[in-house]
C-alpha cells in the first residue's frame, strides 16, 4: 500500500475541514429560517366566536376572523386576512391592512389609509371609507348607503337599494352600478322600492360607466370625470 506524503495528507484534512465547516454553517442557517418561519406562524391566529364581538389590538398581526352575533374592531395599524360576521358591524382604524371584509347585517366602518386587497361588501348595512384608503376589488351593498371620501377603488362599486356618494378626489376605476327592478306588484300599487341616489362630486370620478337597472337620482357635479350613463330599464 502506498503511503501519502505529509504535504498531500494536510490538504485531505484541510479539504474536509472546509466541508464540514460549511455543512454546518447550512444547517445553522436552515435552522434559523424554520425556526423563523415556525415563529411567525405561530404569530398568526385565525379568531372565532359566535356570540361577542372581536377586538384587534392596535399594531397585532391576525388571520382569519368570523363572528355570528358581534361586532368585528381592528385597531390602528392592525392587519388581518378576511373578516366575516353575519350580525354586527365591522369598524377598520386608521392604517389596518385586510384581505377583505362582509357582513350580512351590519355596516362596515373604514377610517384613513385603509388598505383592502380584496372587497368589502354588505347585505343590509352601509359601508364608508375616509381619506387614503385603497381596495383592490370592488364595494358593494343590497340594502345600504356607500360613502367613499377620497378613496381608490378599482372595480365596481355597486348598491341594490342603497345611495352612492363618491366625494373629496375618490376615484373609481370599474363602473358604478345601481341594480334592482321593482315588481310589476309594486309599480302597478306605486309602492316598492325607493329611489335611490348618485352624487359625485367635482373631484370625484368614475372611470368606467354608469350602469342603472332603475331610476335613481343623479347629482353629478360639474368637473367631475365619468364615462356614459346608461340606462337598462
Given at each position: 500500500?502506498?503511503?501519502r506524503n505529509p504535504e ?102 373604514v377610517s384613513r389609509d ?32 356607500i360613502t367613499l371620501r ?84
Open positions: 500500500m502506498s503511503k498531500e495528507q494536510t490538504m485531505r484534512e484541510v479539504s474536509h475541514t472546509m466541508k464540514l465547516s460549511a455543512a454546518t454553517m447550512l444547517a445553522m442557517l436552515l435552522g434559523s429560517y424554520l425556526y423563523s418561519s415556525s415563529a411567525n406562524a405561530a404569530e398568526v391566529r385565525d379568531i372565532s366566536k359566535v356570540n361577542g364581538g372581536i377586538r384587534v389590538s392596535a399594531e397585532e398581526r391576525v388571520g382569519d376572523i368570523s363572528s355570528v352575533n358581534g361586532g368585528i374592531d381592528l385597531g390602528s395599524g392592525a392587519s388581518a386576512e378576511r373578516l366575516d360576521t353575519v350580525n354586527g358591524g365591522i369598524d377598520l382604524d386608521e392604517r389596518v391592512e385586510i384581505e377583505r371584509a362582509e357582513t350580512v347585517n351590519g355596516g362596515i366602518r385603509v388598505t383592502v386587497h380584496g372587497s368589502l361588501s354588505t347585505v343590509n348595512g352601509g359601508i364608508q371609507t375616509n381619506s387614503g384608503t385603497v381596495i383592490d376589488d370592488r364595494v358593494s351593498t343590497v340594502n345600504g348607503k377620497d378613496t381608490r377603488v378599482k372595480e365596481n362599486v355597486q348598491t341594490s337599494n342603497g345611495d352612492i356618494f363618491l366625494t373629496d378626489g375618490s376615484v373609481v376605476e370599474g363602473d358604478v352600478i345601481v341594480k334592482g327592478r321593482r315588481s310589476w306588484f309594486g309599480r302597478f300599487f306605486g309602492f316598492g322600492q325607493r329611489s335611490s341616489k348618485i352624487i359625485i362630486d367635482a373631484e370625484s370620478s368614475v372611470m368606467g360607466d354608469i350602469h342603472l337597472y332603475r331610476e335613481v337620482n343623479l347629482d353629478i357635479a360639474d368637473g367631475a370625470v365619468l364615462g356614459d350613463v346608461i340606462e337598462h330599464f
